[in-house]
């Protein structure tokens, strides 16, 4: 369909029609502006594919391998994008195929209608053919969710789902619609949804807890700023600088928070948590003030709460409620959305420097970088390093790729070695900790953000969770570089096994496939490097290609992650060695 | 804050959605909090239900779980209260034989005192209903079970506040945002 037939569409939404279910829940997206979809047909949800074969070039349809494939590559679409990512699947399996999806989202926060199909409403509670009770499975892992049994329901469901997933804190809305209402007629108008009795997403700003923070910040002589994701969502990345550079004060950032502010940014100190860097872990426990910015104080970023902070006055900038002294006292809470508190701090806010407090971060790093930095980044020895290779692509691609990570040793080392000019460009499975999403993540990242250059940095475990996505990026020509660190072995887990287990390597050890092989099987071209004189040039290579690109780079079989914070310890333990 | 563990009522007042219910309940379950009771039904406000939930925790975890149930879509508000906060009853009914009516005189006593009320008579069976604090009930089933019972049910509690909860005010504020 051309541009005119498009708008046409979009302004027949304005009056009554009339239309099959299935036809109305296309409408709907196309009123949401839905132009890609990730998603996987079958017996419950096959009227609405078929209504999509006459929809097909206005809403393009991506047929993942897995239905999992289909969520995290919603996933990555949305995470990118800052849009809402759509994912589609039939009844029983296939719904529940997109729960880890579904679940990572919620966990993360990241806006996504998922659609089922269910078995007709006469046949709900029989234990029909691929009948599930998605809506009682998905109920703790979704912001919302809701079953439709008539088709003059879907306008209205479908304007709800959108609304609240992508408003205020953003997350997962499941809508499970029997077959009958899909083949169902209904007088279709579609009116955007603006407001739901009941829920209040964006709590309005408070300017006296401002006021409040203002003057905790002015008086403080050793502020440090923490900022999470919801700088990124609340759009705050402006403001966040400006703060940080009128008041001098260190940040540092939440694994879901990186890329808000440029890692080469002077006042960026690098990342708290269990693996993040040693300056702002430590000087968690010496900060006076510290200042928490769309964060949830997860129990990776504060280890023990029995002594995280316990010397500092906690600022929490937040916009849901339910966050607020759940895990850490905040004495001073600003709710709201990021940006609106932040852009009402400002003005509140005396210059300074911090220079002395600043130079302790500096000397902490410079103790990081002699123990642990130089020898990821720089090795001398034989064996590959998982940072080295993170190294070459920040040089290749000039910090400029958006790098989607999977989960272990290697997402580790791509959140603390990447460096992000711009924000929105670290893609990685936060909360849930899912191997197996950065493969279909960064389908989903490549397609909304086609300009821009997506490297995915998976382990060999994380790879072969999803490693039938291939096929999509092949069928699809997606331009995706896949970076696999292989050390044959679960490396984290191992990690954990050598420091804290003696050693005993229970079923971390991994004998893997040619993935050369593989990938060429999917017509991907690739590289296997096995040696640092190799290194350089593949990575060229593979930034060069206009097309998809397998990289396997073979890694030192038995490294590990430091700094390090053990499971419970106090930030102030985390250990170089 | 107070780390004691007490016995409060919770309310939540919510949309009549199904599925609410799994919901609320999942919130329970997965901080391992067991309810003593629950009662639904609907409120004082055309379309809004309210559940009243009796739970025995700390109040850091009260409050904590009440900012849960708000963060559900469906929720319009959600408070917690002590039982001094709070006039509350609870409902029991008792199925007994109905020859003992007629040959035990002591049981005519019984419902007496205990203000317990006699739903429905026949031949077979009579049957008692008593409204009021748990513990008249149970006070009342210990009595009556010297004589047997053939059944016995107790309602969830039903509370109000001593307080006014202004939900319609923020119905209304909802209505004009």
Redesign the interface.
Known sequence: MDIETIKKTKQMTAKTERMSGSEAIIKCLIAEDVDILYGYPGGAIMPVYDELYKYRNEIHHVLTRHEQGAAHAAQGFARISGRVGVAMATSGPGATNLITGIADAQIDSTPLVCITGQVPSHLLGTDAFQETDI??IS??VT?????VTKASEIPEVLAKAFY?AKSGRPGPVLIDITKDAQFGELDFKYEKCI??????PTPKTNLESVKAAAELINAAKKPMIVWGQGVILGQAETELKTVIEKAGIPAAWTIMGASAIPTSHPLNIGMVGMHGNYGPNKLTNECDVLIAIGMRFDDRVTGSLDTYAKQAKVIHFEI???E???NVYADVAVLGDSKDSLIELIPLLNENSHEAWHQEFKDLYAIEFEKVIKDDLHPTKEGLTMGEVLNEINIQSEGDAAIVSDVGQHQMIACRYSEFNKTKSNITSGGLGTMGFALPAAIGAKMAAPEREVVAIIGDGGFQMNIQELGTIFQQKVPVKIVVLNNEFLGMVRQWQQLFFDKRYASTEMTNPDFITIAKGYHIGGKRVTKREELADAVKEMIASKESYFLEVCVEKEDNVFPMIPSGASVSDIRLS | MNQEIKTFTISIY??NN??LL??IS?IFQ?RHINIESLTTSKSEIEGVNRFVIVVNITEPQA??II??F??Q????RAYYHTDEETIFQESGMFKIKSDLLFNEPQIQNIIKESNARIVTVNKEFFVLEKSGRRNEIESLHRDLNIFGIMQFVRSGRISVTKEEMKITEM?LA??N?
């Open positions: 809506i009682g109920t703790p912001k919302w969710n809701h079953q609240i407001g739901v009795r009941s829920y209040i849901d409620p339910a607020v002294n759940k | 919510t949309e199904i599925g799994n919901r999942a997965r409050k904590k900012g849960q708000q963060k879509i469906e929720v319009i119905l909802f209505n945002q």
